[in-house]
């Protein structure tokens, strides 16, 4: 949404308040705001709409996790789709293409099981403990989004040809064309993980121990 929503949405969180005899103060609307606010306001209106007339839960009071919910699914359905489309491209594209998919958090559960091209030749014994792996950790990166994701996901042919100085094609797009483009746009090319280089000496480790329990009994 934009700032030229706000009044809007304001509007709309209040008129819930009305259905379910509850007065939103305006700390409680920026709340909903704040929260919401990565959404379109004809998005959130429609999940609203749709949280309202659903028998099981429409009786209580829509939270934002409900209207995320209603938008974008439970995370187990997220994980499922992301899953699914992955998979589309292991089979279609393969390891030798570099991809980009339209969902930010398929890159940044790759590259933190393993990379591109060896998740591609993973054998049919091997896929079903693959695909647990990776529902569950989409699963935890949608309840506790990264603050940075990979760009795309480099296949073997410019692993390869980067190394010597090549000019490199152009990844794959993966799902939603403009969605891609803006993963790609907004990612970082960096380790996931950063490893120190720096050495420790295991030798030194007792000796210190030591020494810091003598401190403590003192």
Request: charged share 25%.
């Amino acid at each position: 949404m934009f700032e030229k929503d706000s009044s809007k949405f304001a509007e709309l969180i209040a008129g819930i308040g009305e259905i379910y005899n509850t007065r939103f103060t305006s700390a409680a609307i920026e709340i909903y705001w704040q929260l919401l606010e990565a959404f379109r306001l004809e998005d959130v209106r429609a999940a609203i709409y749709r949280h309202i007339q659903n028998p099981d839960v429409g009786k209580y009071l829509p939270k934002p996790a409900d209207i995320i919910m209603a938008i974008e699914g439970s995370s187990q359905n997220q994980a499922l789709s992301a899953w699914s489309k992955t998979t589309y491209a292991m089979r279609v594209i393969g390891g030798y293409e570099s991809v980009g998919f339209d969902d930010a958090l398929i890159h940044v559960v790759v590259k933190s099981m393993t990379n591109w091209p060896k998740l591609c030749v993973v054998d049919d014994k091997q896929l079903p403990f693959v695909e647990k792996e990776f529902l569950e950790r989409y699963r935890g990166y949608v309840s506790r989004k990264p603050s940075s994701h990979p760009s795309y996901l480099k296949g073997t042919v410019e692993m390869l040809n980067s190394s010597k100085g090549y000019i490199c094609p152009k990844p794959v797009l993966i799902g939603n064309v403009q969605k891609a483009k803006v993963v790609i746009a907004t990612g970082e090319d960096k380790p996931f993980l950063e490893i120190s280089t720096e050495k420790i000496s295991f030798k030194a480790l007792p000796r210190t121990c030591l020494e810091q329990n003598k401190e403590f009994k003192q």
